[in-house]
């Protein structure tokens, strides 16, 4: 692997920092004091500690930049036409908080193109359990630690491994929830299996290191996706909306795939 460049080692020292407090509290998490956004949604003390750790230790090394945060919102840069920073803090709350080993850490980089679109430029996926540290940036490569990651090279839908999202209370309606139903179904009769992990950072950040072979979920945020999207296409895959289109970080609709699974994935996934 070529050296890290300043940019990403920013990225992983923010994540790093932040990780150490979310770990203590993962070991306390019955003591952790939650409240609730919305039907089935949480906040945790865990989540509003990363992000204001991440925020300072970013803020510090970009200090022009503004933010994109999960629970901070938006915060405005010095320098209006400065990239921003896209923040999950703890992507896979309701993992943590019932005590599931899976969550992680979303930084992204987003930029404004001359055509007025969202770029991402930058990308890294801390997962602090298994001390797996994805990165990205726009044209050199998507790493794992250490390592190039490539998506995988299966080419049939029947050997193909995929992870999804599964509506529930207070995300979608009850049409919304059906149907998924209809696309799980569809899924299952073709495949070698579907996967709800719980973390949609996690899952195209599997989808990049091949583990998974496709992802698909519908009306996630930008700070759910963004990190994960470049990650996917450093790693030589594809990501789009359900209709093929390049506006997932619009839309938070994403299909994410190897190259010869991706159209196939969304042909199926089609009502």
Known sequence: MASQTALINVMQKASTYASRGMLRDFGEVENLQVSRKGPADF???????????IRKELSKARPDWGFLMEEGGVIEGSDPDAPVWVIDPLDGTTNFLHGIPHFAISIAVMETDTQGRKVITAASVFDP?????????????????????RVSGRRSM?????GTGIPFLGRGSDEDHDAFVKQL?????????????????????????????GFWEKGLSIWDIAAGVLLVREAGGFVSDFASRDKSLDSGDVVAGNPSIHGDLIRHLRP
Do not use: Q
């Not at 003390?45 to 990363?50: E, G, K, P």
């Not at 359990?129 to 044209?139: D, I, L, Q, T």
């Open 43 to 53: 906040v945790s003390r865990a989540d509003i500690n990363a992000e204001r750790t």
């Open 185 to 213: 179904a569809k899924i299952m009769a073709v495949s070698s299996g579907v996967r709800r992990n719980g973390a949609a950072a996690l899952d195209l950040a599997w989808v990049a290191a091949g583990r998974l072979d």
């Open 129 to 149: 359990v298994k001390n797996e540290f994805y990165s990205a940036e726009r044209g050199k490569g998507a790493y794992l630690n250490e390592r190039r990651l």
């Open 158 to 162: 029947a050997e193909s491994l995929f």
